[in-house]
């Protein structure tokens, strides 16, 4: 069974500081990562996706993939109160199966 | 406006008694996918389809069926459901398998008495 592993939190970070979400996963096969976001009662929605070792930054989002350690994170700088939202790590190991993590719940305190 | 649409929102049901939820996406995306998410255990994959006519099971199949007959339509079938599948259920759809633009219907939360 591939697994992919989360926090859970909740993780509360104040507001104007880096948000770090962690995310492993067992398939060394896998091939692509993404993050979405799910805000309480709504559906998932993709913020960031990463294929290659390094970092990816979009706006205020940078992630970041090692695949030697099987580690992929999300950094969310100058975190704000509508960042406040679940978290959630999926990982795509062919054959377009898509496997998620349980989510980390993020509050950020103003 | 692109969107994906699942019909009903909500339903409450009986053990047994078969149901369909719809999905629908108007974005002629191939991919499309069902999940369901339970408190604890994430969003786990039902099944997906690659085109039309194209399904493969994902991790949690049992007690499910899917069709693939047009491209925008892929209904979820639960023919005897059981309480176990009492959860919110999500279709998804994507521009291709690499799953690069997946966007999310809004749900469809289901309570199996």
């Known amino acids: 069974q591939k697994e992919v592993e989360q926090n859970s939190g909740p993780l509360s970070v104040p507001e104007g500081a880096i948000a770090s979400l962690n995310c492993t996963y067992s398939d060394r096969g896998s091939q692509s990562f993404f993050w979405y976001r799910q805000y309480s009662g709504k559906s998932p929605e993709l913020i960031m996706f990463?294929?290659?070792?390094g970092d990816k930054e979009d706006g205020r989002f940078t992630a970041q993939l090692n695949k030697a350690s099987q580690y992929v994170s999300l950094l969310i700088r100058d975190s704000q109160p509508s960042d406040s939202a679940t978290y959630l790590c999926?990982?795509?190991?062919?054959?377009?199966?898509?496997?998620f993590g349980q989510g980390t719940r993020l509050t950020i305190n103003p | 406006e692109a969107q994906v649409t699942q019909n009903p929102r909500y339903l409450i049901t009986v053990t047994g008694k078969k149901l369909t939820v719809t999905c629908s996406q108007n974005m002629n995306h191939e991919y499309m996918s069902w999940y369901r998410q339970d408190p604890g255990l994430g969003l786990r994959q039902i099944y997906y389809?690659?085109?039309?006519?194209?399904?493969d099971k994902g991790d949690v199949p049992e007690g499910y069926k899917v069709s693939r007959k047009e491209k925008r339509n892929f209904p979820l079938i639960l023919e005897s459901p059981s309480p176990n599948q009492t959860s919110l259920y999500f279709c998804?759809?994507?521009?291709?398998?690499?799953?690069?633009?997946?966007?999310f219907g809004p749900g469809t939360r289901l309570t199996v008495t």
């Open positions: 998804a759809s994507s521009v291709g398998s690499g799953l690069t633009e997946q966007y």
């Open positions: 389809s690659m085109n039309v006519e194209v399904t």
């Open positions: 990463i294929y290659s070792n």
């Open positions: 999926a990982v795509n190991g062919g054959a377009q199966k898509l496997v």
